[in-house]
């Protein structure tokens, strides 16, 4: 048995993706209002029956507003920044930076470009 808990984070950003066919609408500038899910998982829950308090979570809420929130992601990544690789960059964010903090390990990242259309990173387990 395990329990999960997650927190979604919202932003607005714009990218545009590098590479695509001529014509292609994502190659040119657009912007999204992005949502960013992050899912803890325990096997136990700790006192008084959390996997961990949301209130933990602060640090990559302020991660992604001070770094995302209302910026052209292809400046603030290295990447393309693709829903696929937000997922995975957010999802090795919260491993380096949260996870040693907290009760709880990663279980998975979902990244929503639209209200119909994501993209989920899950670590290999370890």
Do not use: Q
């Amino acid at each position: 048995m395990s329990f999960r808990i997650a927190k979604a984070y919202d932003f607005d950003a714009s990218h545009h993706l590098p590479g695509l066919p001529d014509g292609h609408k994502c190659g040119r500038v657009h912007g999204h209002t992005w949502r960013v899910e992050v899912t803890l998982a325990a096997d136990e829950l700790r006192a008084p029956g959390f996997v961990t308090d949301f209130g933990d979570l602060r640090p990559f809420g302020k991660y992604v507003a001070d770094h995302f929130d209302h910026r052209d992601l292809n400046k603030v990544v290295s990447f393309p920044p693709t829903s696929e690789l937000l997922a995975e960059h957010f999802g090795k964010w919260v491993v380096e930076n949260l996870v040693p903090h907290v009760s709880g390990r990663l279980d998975r990242v979902r990244v929503w470009e639209s209200a119909t259309s994501w993209a989920e990173y899950t670590p290999d387990p370890s």
